[in-house]
């Protein structure tokens, strides 16, 4: 009998949070016991090993294996399920998001002199994953951990806006499209004929819509795959940031999200063609 297991389920039920959930403990503990086996475990011995009645672990074990955390073999016995992988990779692939960022945000905060994000899109809102404050600080951004909402920040428009059409509308079925300002954007139809802005001139902004006197610039990030991952976005006070200035800005903002797009391998279809074009010419004989 593996007594690790066995005492496990003991550890994890210890009051230490008012916060506990015992089918969510149970849960976790199962899958803890499929994990440190070395073989599939048949659900009669992940009962015996967290001594729980077998029909309490066989209810969880159809849940998890709904949901592709747990994988029913053909002999009936149990395994990781490859919805863990995908965690997993969605997990390291946000460390390795935040720990490129830091040199294009560093930057980007010394061109501003405002302070500059990595966010991602997170259910219905964006999660600020990276930051770097500039030589003036707002207190109103979101730093590293935060959340804010997707509809009124530039940073929301610029990843909803490189999204598959299909995702695109998912995503705003379910905002709120909550009035911040007297500026925000409530109506679907109007938002997304500003997203539609934001693909043509490649960068978003967000003109006092998350709060007023401020004005947000942010643009899309890519990976390897060509898919949007995220946004680079800087914030300033609008007497900081005036409307004729956003362009320039917005040219910087453009380039540390390239620039970090092509640290995660993203390869510009535009820039290939390029230098296709400029290979064939200067292969030509005169």
């Known amino acids: 009998m593996n007594k690790t297991a066995a005492h496990r389920l003991k550890r994890i039920q210890t009051p230490i949070s008012r916060y506990r959930v015992q089918v969510l403990d149970r ?3 199962v899958l803890q016991a499929v994990a440190d086996s070395e073989r599939d475990l ?5 009962a015996r090993q967290l001594r729980l009645h077998k029909s309490t672990v066989h209810r969880l074990l159809v849940v998890l294996e709904h949901y592709r955390l747990i994988k029913k073999g053909p ?3 149990y395994r990781l399920g490859t919805r863990l992988i995908e965690f997993g990779e969605s997990a390291i692939a946000r460390l390795r998001l935040s720990e490129h960022a830091q040199p ?3 930057e ?3 061109q501003t002199g405002e302070g500059a994000h990595v966010t991602i899109l997170s259910g219905a809102e964006m999660l600020s994953i990276a930051h770097v404050e500039g030589r003036w600080s707002l207190q109103s951004l979101a730093r590293t951990g935060q959340r804010t909402q997707i509809h009124c920040t530039a940073a929301g428009k610029a990843v909803l806006a490189y999204l598959s059409t299909e995702a695109c509308n998912e ?3 379910r905002l709120q499209f909550v009035r911040k300002t007297p500026r925000t954007i ?3 139809s109007a938002y997304k004929m500003e997203l539609m802005r934001v693909r043509e001139t490649g960068y978003a902004v967000d003109d006092e819509e998350f709060e007023e006197g401020l004005r947000c610039v942010g643009a899309p990030v890519f990976d390897h795959r060509g898919h ?3 946004s680079v976005s800087t914030a300033a006070p609008v007497f900081r940031l005036r409307k004729d200035q956003v362009p320039q800005v917005a040219r910087l903002v453009i380039a540390a999200a390239q620039g970090l797009s092509e640290d995660l391998g993203y390869q510009d279809p535009a820039a290939s063609k390029r230098e296709a074009a400029a290979g064939r010419v200067k292969g030509r004989r005169p």
């Open 104 to 106: 294009f945000l560093r």
């Open 42 to 46: 048949a659900a009669a011995e992940i």
């Open 171 to 173: 995503v705003i079925a």
């Open 27 to 29: 849960t976790i503990a």
């Open 75 to 77: 002999e009936g016995t």
């Open 228 to 230: 949007v991952v995220a």
């Open 108 to 110: 980007l905060a010394n």
């Open 186 to 188: 409530v109506k679907p």
